[in-house]
């Protein structure tokens, strides 16, 4: 699962919603921008995410997200 974040404020909603779901950056998820710390920033995940979870991340605006199908 890959999440697109075209604002600093949207990542930082993301980030916390991670954070509060126990995972860890470097493990189960990391963090890039083309322009550290300018938008956009994308989080990829390398774990499944509780649908609860989920449906909080679609409920941030400015964010994006996109799962790799087969993966």
Not at 21 to 46: K, Q, V
């Amino acid at each position: 699962m890959q999440i697109e974040c075209t604002t600093s404020s949207a990542a930082a909603d993301v980030l916390s919603i991670l954070m509060n779901a126990y995972l860890r950056p470097g493990r189960e998820f990391r963090i890039a921008s083309l322009r550290p710390p300018d938008p956009p920033i994308e989080f990829t995940l390398s774990v499944n995410l509780p649908a609860s979870v989920v449906r909080n991340l679609q409920g941030i605006p400015d964010t994006r997200i996109a799962v790799k199908r087969g993966a």
